[in-house]
């Protein structure tokens, strides 16, 4: 089976039956609207409901009929339907009678229930009787006895548009397993939440780990489905190999547009507030500072021990709980801010740079490789400890961000 290699659309035909068992429910035209025969204004099509690529049934179903199919799934991995009902993706596929041979579960698990960094076991699911290979153990990359029986991969996972959010890395791992084998990958597209805006440090290749394998800025401003095709293009694959990609879009969508997660894309990212926040505190998991883990605000506020209560004046006590078996400084008081309410459209460094300057103890905040890691440049660290401004340190991005945004024009789908 060979894709046309960035196609969006396939010319198959499909049982009306099928459409209609797991297509998006809550686009589906009332008699009234169908009566109406006059063009939509350009206020109602902005109004138009986001359609996600797992709900563009239409497009890959007949490419599964028949095949072995593998399928890269989380809790997120789902079809809406009316009244915010969903189904899982690999649940709807059974239900249809598509042979699944495996799921692959990247960073957290499958059913989304490992902590942060813990490793994800191989094993079966209760549910289904699926095995489940991890990507998230023993080994990040599918290998050849993984990829065995399986004639064409699915790739369904929501991300959040941040380079050390490791979804990007795992399917890196994937395309360049899925190019090697000759199998082709469709990547089911949904919505990013932080697409509107490209910022932070670049990654600079000597700094490339897990949390970061290509040089992109911190936030990249793409869908998942876009950033595939940008790992194709700038042959970032072992060798430059290129994978048989297929993106299935998303329908009424652009980057403009804001989206609120309907599931949580991971155990510690828990609300819409928490998702603008953690492109910027995302940065304090590279500091021995407590970003709310441990707490039931997670990615909404931040503390240690060693700031200064005098100038810190919230504080809290992380303590384990769901998705954080054992958060920083568990059990001890934390002395922070709360962000619950912080209004915010990009990345800032000011609360990192408030905690370091008010550190009573500075060399306990930063954990250097860490934070190299998270950062993607040794340089961020040394400028803070340097004292330069938010405004100067930013300064220094600017012409990487200028260069990415050209190059990422070339891989845009949506506007």
């Not at 065995?148 to 490791?166: A, E, H, P, S």
């Not at 994978?243 to 828990?270: E, G």
Request: hydrophobic content about 35%; overall charge neutral; charged content about 20%.
């Amino acid at each position: 089976m060979r894709f046309n290699v960035f196609k969006n659309t396939v010319l198959f035909p499909i049982a009306i039956g099928i459409v209609l068992l797991i297509s998006c429910g809550n686009t589906t035209k009332t008699s009234d609207e169908e009566s109406k025969t006059e063009e939509p204004t350009a206020k109602s099509q902005e109004l138009k409901p986001i359609t996600v690529g797992a709900n563009q049934t239409e497009l890959y179903l007949p490419l599964l009929i028949g095949k072995q199919v593998g399928v890269v799934a989380n809790p997120s991995s789902v079809i809406f339907k009316n009244n915010d009902a969903y189904t899982h993706l690999v649940d709807s596929l059974l239900a249809l009678n598509i042979k699944i041979e495996s799921v692959f579960s990247p960073e957290h698990g499958f059913r989304g229930t490992a902590d942060a960094g813990e490793t994800v076991k191989d094993g079966v699911d209760t549910k289904t009787g699926l095995p489940i290979i991890s990507l998230y153990g023993n080994h990040k990359k599918p290998t050849p006895n993984d990829l065995k029986g399986i004639d064409i991969m699915m790739f369904d996972l929501q991300d959040v548009g941040v380079r050390f959010y490791t979804y990007i890395s795992t399917l890196h791992y994937v395309m360049e397993a899925c190019a090697e084998a000759n199998i082709p990958l469709i990547v089911l597209d949904r919505p990013n939440p932080n697409g509107s805006y490209v910022d932070g440090p670049t990654l600079e290749p000597k700094n490339q780990s897990f949390l970061g394998m290509h040089p992109i800025p911190l936030v990249h401003g793409m869908t998942i489905g876009e950033y595939a095709k940008m790992i194709n293009g700038e042959k970032w694959l072992e060798d430059g190999i290129q994978c048989n990609l297929m993106v299935i879009s998303m329908a009424n969508y652009n980057h403009n547009l804001p989206y609120s997660l309907p599931i949580r894309p991971s155990p510690n990212l828990p609300n819409d507030q928490s998702i603008k926040l953690y492109p910027s505190l995302g940065l304090f998991e590279g500091t021995n500072i407590n970003a709310g883990r441990g707490t039931e605000f997670q990615f909404q506020r931040y503390g240690a021990p060693f700031l200064d209560k005098s100038v810190f004046t919230f504080s809290y006590t992380p303590v384990e709980n769901f998705g954080a078996k054992n958060p920083k400084h568990k059990g001890a008081l934390c002395y922070g801010e709360d962000l619950r309410n912080e209004k915010i459209e990009g990345i800032t460094l000011k609360w990192l740079i408030k905690a370091y300057q008010n550190a009573t103890d500075k060399s306990k905040v930063f954990n250097t490789d860490n934070f190299t890691k998270h950062a993607g440049t040794d340089k961020l660290q040394k400028q803070i400890e340097a004292g330069m401004t938010e405004a100067d340190i930013k300064a220094t991005w600017q012409n990487d961000l200028e260069a990415f945004k050209v190059t990422r024009k070339n891989y845009l789908i949506y506007q």
